[in-house]
């Protein structure tokens, strides 16, 4: 079974600086999809990026990129220019593109990020 | 337009008694999810449901029994409800294949007096 780690339970950032959220997982698979979601004070899960593991480039989405190292199981997420909004809990998730893994998510355990003014 | 509507947002009840939860998307999707969110932040998945046939079944006492009466809904009924059964319930949709990436609903906060 695959499992996703993020070892740091809580961080902080100021204003406009960037931080970096770390995560790793475990597989064997070779292809797979990885995503960070963003759970703020209203509790909505929200969509942040996204990467297929295929793919060499490293997504991006303005403010957002990601780090992806695949043969070192690691997928972390840097924040540019942190704002107030980005305030919230951060999850890493993985999900198995294999034959009967019918695309569900297995989360970690999240990181809350607290930016400071 | 809410894409994916969860009814009720919160629920208070008391131990042994029975609830139900309903789930809604209008996005068009073929597949839908229910994950349970503990105390601690931990997102699980519970079920999950595609063109109404069950696909995913985790690990989950049999007091909970999903329902899913056409591809756009997707209802939790839980029976004999225990303190532990507190969480917050997400139901999501997606397209099955490809990105599969999951918009979730708002969220249903249950807690067990």
């Known amino acids: 079974a695959q499992t996703v780690t993020q070892s740091q339970p809580e961080m902080s950032v100021q204003e406009a600086e960037t931080v970096t959220l770390s995560c790793t997982y475990d597989t064997s698979e070779s292809n797979y999809y990885l995503f960070w979601y963003k759970q703020p004070p209203s509790r909505q899960m929200i969509l942040v990026i996204r990467q297929e593991a295929y793919k060499q480039q490293n997504a991006t989405e303005n403010r957002f990129s990601v780090n992806f190292q695949k043969a070192a199981k690691s997928f972390s997420l840097k924040i540019s220019d942190s704002q107030l909004g980005d305030t919230a809990m951060y999850f890493c998730?993985?999900?198995?593109?294999?034959?009967?893994?019918?695309?569900?998510?297995?989360f970690g355990k999240g990181t809350l990020l607290t930016v400071n003014p | 337009d809410t894409a994916v509507s969860q009814t009720p947002k919160y629920l208070v009840t008391q131990m042994g008694n029975d609830k139900s939860i309903k789930c809604e998307q209008n996005?068009?999707?073929?597949?839908m999810y229910w994950y349970k969110q503990d105390s601690k932040k931990f997102l699980k998945i519970m079920f999950s449901?595609?063109?109404?046939?069950?696909?995913i079944n985790e690990t989950v006492p049999n007091r909970f029994s999903p329902k899913s009466p056409d591809k756009a809904h997707l209802n939790l009924h839980i029976n004999s409800l225990e303190l532990g059964d507190s969480a917050v319930y997400f139901c999501?949709?997606?397209?099955?294949?490809?990105?599969?990436?999951?918009?979730f609903g708002p969220g249903t906060r249950l807690t067990v007096l």
């Open positions: 996005l068009g999707h073929d597949t």
């Open positions: 999501a949709s997606s397209q099955y294949g490809g990105w599969g990436e999951q918009f």
């Open positions: 998730a993985f999900m198995s593109s294999e034959s009967g893994s019918n695309y569900k998510l297995t």
């Open positions: 449901y595609n063109n109404k046939e069950l696909i």
